[in-house]
């Protein structure tokens, strides 16, 4: 009856199925609770707890069941644009409404205010955060295609209908001015940029999207996908009064269980009752040299396993958005999908979404423009910004604490390059850095790469 | 007495000095009397009429005179810092206000909110426009020979203290993401970047402006550079109750003229009494190609003579700002620099600070960006913004007219480039697009640039 909003429950291919109950599990509540839930006076105290999503209203953009075979119907009678695997994950976050109040790819208005403003006016005078552009790229010949018609069909690569896109809106796409506005360089070698714009179409299309059935991947992961309705729930459910997100697109070490530990230990002192921790890898796209998806979240789990975080306080799910490497622009986009799922307060890494810069010998983004730019953001006025403190390997403990500058020596940083560079090499990082679980983990992925014949490991395929 | 906040009354050099009264003359007004006239229940009712400017306040950073020789002296025993001539338009455009609530040169944190969101938010939450980065870039040895101190004092070329800044704050000037988000491309070949950018230091510094004397240019125009507080007497003393700006670096042609008139009388549809018109040429740099401020100066003059602005609604002064060329990003700049000079309305352009893109065939924008951007733009909410109508030259009527989509064969138009073509080759355009008078000085200026020995004109020198 419910089923719609269930996530996929069928066995895990990649993690054991013995998984730990601190993976959060689909929830079963019945629609006609969630809705006596939401209505009834508990709800409106448990509400409180929860930061409003953006615009007031979480968007939701998936056909309800018993009109999804006439969307089907109505999509094979349209024109059509074929998706790429990074288009379905965009349609997937627009879908479950992580860019509330978006109701699909952006219109000009919605890309320009993006690009210049990073953040959208809405109709009531309100501002919302909105720093990366959710575009979808066609070429000429979908464009001579589309024609006159208002509506188009979004199908995956073997041409089965995702959605429907309504009222659209063409225009052009600058592929310069997007890249420079939203990455601050046009250099070549921009992950994203490569992947889908170099050699997406000239124009973009915007309009309101209906989505056929919730998007799935099949990979054995579906079920820790969990929508920003459902965080919500499982939040109110565990009587969080307030909900810390923690983004990360890499494997998890001692010091970043140490920072989310100390950060719940400041909430109790701050007076909240029950601060829950979103732990919240990134699911799409990765450039080729990141951990791939199905790798981090074994390591997480290893980790996880440990003990080192509290299953009760702790709710590890997928975010489906696609990564940009975008620093400071970026950020505001992790944070503002993080209050739409019911976080507010989010924990700012030092170079967040950063990278090398592709052409020059140097950090393409200043290593604290991240958080003072997320600090300053319109529209985020509402999340409380916390500054990731740094950790790094004590000799003296002999595991991972926080920086204490009066006495430098003591201290090992043991960078992401490092900890690759040992992973590969099947070489143990110093005890109390990563626990034995986890760090086999990342050995085992290195040695699942087979040598090619000239006997150097490949770049892994992005997912 | 006064004499402080007066206009160099000198007479011009480039002008005839017979000028018509509706180029508009310094102000005699003592200070005891704008006091009085600003505190009394009149100016309560008159600055009614005026838009007030951001952040509430007027900005003014000129050192009054009993403390000027004191501020001399001061500067003297700071490190120096050369200033290059727009760097001297930037602590004029400041010192007086355009640029209000800004202090001086842009810290770190508003060069990352105007790059980032083209706006600052103010200590009680509200929101300025502000899309340019008003810095000053120093190099190595410029840091070095600051040391620790917390002023430092900018001189002219001749080692003339010009302005101390203080409090200062020095943070690293990443060019080509400046570049790229105030463009929206790295192309090489952007006039202001090559003319202040790409050659500057790897350095910006920030804090607050005291500037020692009004800024001067002794090129016969001083008298006609108004500052926002002088163009807000002089529209309360005409009793304006609208405002509506016209910003140009072009020659005036009729059509120009034609949407100046029809914006009056459209403004007093919309029932105002006395809208005033400021035309605004742009008095700061400009790229080697476009016509030299004096010269536009004589053209405009020549437009006014021949009778087609009406003098008693009308003031035509010099906006001391630099060019940037960047479309969209900048057109705030022009938009919200006039509020803080009382106008309510702005007349936006086709293309506004438009060019060619330096490496493609291409227009840099849009054209219909600027219009778009500009209306959406955070802090700018309060401004009426009036798209430009498109005239062109009419047939059938022998003049400029709205183009009338009709009988698009009736209508000619006349480029930019067309328009200098034809004057640098003493051509005449057809009867009714420009007063005779004010193509003679545009004949007179490519004229007056001496034909190098290969017989081609050579380029002319920005002002």
Excluded at 405 to 424: E, V, W
Aim: glycine share 8%; hydrophobic share 35%.
């Amino acid at each position: 009856m419910a089923s719609l909003f269930l996530k996929t429950p069928g066995p895990s291919q990649s993690l054991p199925k013995t998984h730990k109950t601190h993976f959060v599990l689909p929830q079963n509540l019945p629609l006609s609770w969630r809705s006596k839930y939401r209505a009834g006076p508990a709800a409106a105290r448990i509400r409180c707890g929860l930061i409003e999503p953006d615009g007031g209203k979480l968007v939701e953009l998936i056909v309800e069941e018993p009109q999804r075979d006439l969307k089907r119907r109505q999509a094979l009678s349209l024109p059509q644009i074929k998706l790429s695997k990074i288009d379905i994950q965009w349609v997937h976050v627009l879908s479950e409404g992580w860019a509330s109040p978006l109701k699909g790819f952006m219109r000009e208005s919605e890309f320009l205010q993006t690009l210049h403003f990073n953040s959208l006016r809405l109709g009531d005078g309100s501002v919302v955060n909105m720093s990366v552009p959710i575009v979808l790229a066609i070429d000429d010949s979908n464009k001579n295609n589309i024609g006159d018609s208002s509506s188009v069909a979004l199908v995956d690569d073997k041409d089965n209908p995702i959605a429907i896109l309504n009222d659209i809106e063409i225009y052009k796409h600058n592929k310069e001015e997007r890249t420079a506005r939203t990455w601050g360089t046009t250099a070549p070698g921009l992950p994203y940029a490569e992947q889908a714009i170099t050699h997406a179409g000239n124009w973009l299309i915007g309009g309101d999207l209906e989505v056929i059935e919730p998007i799935k991947y099949h990979d054995g992961l579906d079920r820790f996908r969990l929508s920003p309705a459902e965080l919500r729930d499982e939040f109110t459910r565990r009587n969080a009064d307030a909900v810390f997100a923690f983004q990360l697109r890499n494997p998890v070490h001692n010091g970043h269980a140490l920072l989310m530990t100390d950060t719940r230990r400041r909430l109790l002192e701050m007076g909240y009752k029950n601060p829950v921790l979103l732990l919240h890898p990134l699911g799409g796209y990765t450039k080729a040299d990141d951990v791939p998806l199905e790798w981090r979240m074994k390591q997480h789990e290893m980790v996880l396993e440990d003990g080192v975080l509290d299953p009760e306080t702790t709710v590890v799910s997928i975010f489906p958005s696609p990564m940009h490497y975008a620093g400071p622009t970026e950020v505001q986009w992790h944070a503002k999908a993080r209050i739409n799922a019911g976080a507010n307060f989010y924990i700012v890494g030092r170079d967040p979404a950063g990278m090398g810069h592709p052409l020059e010998k140097r950090d393409l983004y200043d290593a604290d423009h991240g958080k003072k730019v997320l600090s300053m953001a319109p529209g985020l006025e509402r999340l409380n910004i916390l500054p990731f403190k740094v950790a790094a390997y004590d000799k003296t403990q002999n595991g991972m604490a926080f920086f204490d500058p009066s006495r430098p020596q003591d201290f090992l940083f043991i960078s992401g390059t490092k900890m690759r560079a040992l992973a590969k090499n099947k070489e143990n990082p110093p005890d109390g850095f990563m626990c034995p679980g986890g760090w086999k983990v990342l050995v085992d992925y290195y040695d699942s790469l087979t040598p090619s014949e000239n006997g150097r490991v490949p770049e892994p395929v992005p997912v």
